[in-house]
């Protein structure tokens, strides 16, 4: 087991905002998670040692698929998250939930399929997926679904397919 400390997490809603004063360390058993200050990431990331990136999760501005891509470039020379890897796939999940945020808000990545159906790749790098967290039965493709997001269901975090026009939170990420 290894502990993961949450620290600069941030949304811009101020009666959602979790702060790192009275956070606490949880248990992650996915991997050991070295989160630090945001040292070189933009204010409000986390930073995460182990994977070597940092990650905004964005809540209340919703974006369309191929708008929050952009907005993670202009705003922070960022690009919607790749989660390449199951640990990763565990740091956001275990973050989401950790900041209580979950339940009510869908997460865009940059996973999609818009080129090939069903040939998924992560769009920030043009790498196909080399691991996968689908919710059962999905990618379904139905009415014409080729973004990949993080959605809630049950208190768990799964990916889903999704109509790329929809509106929905997304995480910023920047590898170092």
């Not at 606490?24 to 989160?35: G, N, R, V």
């Not at 705003?75 to 790749?82: G, K, L, S």
């Amino acid at each position: 087991m290894a502990t993961t400390e949450a620290v600069g997490i941030t949304t811009s809603t101020p009666t959602t905002t979790p702060t790192t004063e009275g956070m606490d360390t949880t248990t992650d058993t996915s991997t050991t998670m070295a989160t630090t200050e945001p040292k070189g990431c933009p204010d409000g990331f986390l930073r995460n040692e182990t994977l070597r990136g940092c990650y905004k999760f964005i809540v209340t501005d919703k974006k369309n698929w191929q708008d929050a891509a952009n907005y993670c470039k202009s705003e922070y020379n960022a690009q919607t998250v790749a989660i390449e890897t199951k640990e990763e796939d565990g740091f956001l999940m275990a973050s989401i939930t950790k900041m209580g945020i979950g339940v009510d808000h869908w997460f865009w990545t940059s996973g999609t399929d818009v080129e090939s159906e069903g040939t998924w790749i992560w769009a920030s790098t043009g790498q196909p997926f080399s691991y996968e967290g689908w919710y059962p039965a999905e990618p379904n493709s139905l009415f014409e679904e080729h973004c990949m997001l993080i959605f809630s269901y049950d208190k768990n975090h799964q990916w889903n397919d999704s109509v790329c026009s929809h509106l929905n939170a997304f995480i910023c990420e920047i590898n170092f």
